[in-house]
């Protein structure tokens, strides 16, 4: 299985620079929350709390969601193997903890 293995090293990759893919998946993730809240004409207020009632037909089907996860995960690919192949080059040592 070529796809398979090609899936795999993706996963993987993400998985030696873990704290850098979560950070990028966090900036990522709130930029586009806020992009979604004023294209759909709720605005960026409604994403500054957790103890809110969101108003009516607020978010998206888990369809939409698992779509969005994809996308992320493919547009966050560059950057982290980027880095993992500065981690993999270099021995800096604050690079252990990223």
Do not use: N
Not at 29 to 56: C, K
Not at 69 to 97: C, E, G, N, T
């Amino acid at each position: 299985d070529a796809m398979r293995g090609r899936v795999v090293r993706m996963i993987e990759l993400f998985g030696r620079v873990p704290m850098f893919a979560y950070v990028l998946h966090i900036v990522l993730v709130h930029l586009a929350a806020g992009l979604v809240g004023l294209a759909t004409g709720y605005g960026t207020q409604i994403l500054g709390s957790f103890a809110i009632q969101y108003p009516e037909g607020w978010g998206y089907g888990l369809g939409v969601v698992y779509a969005v996860w994809i996308l992320a995960v493919l547009a966050l690919y560059p950057l982290v193997k980027w880095f993992a192949d500065i981690k993999r080059r270099r021995r800096d040592w604050w690079l252990s903890y990223v």
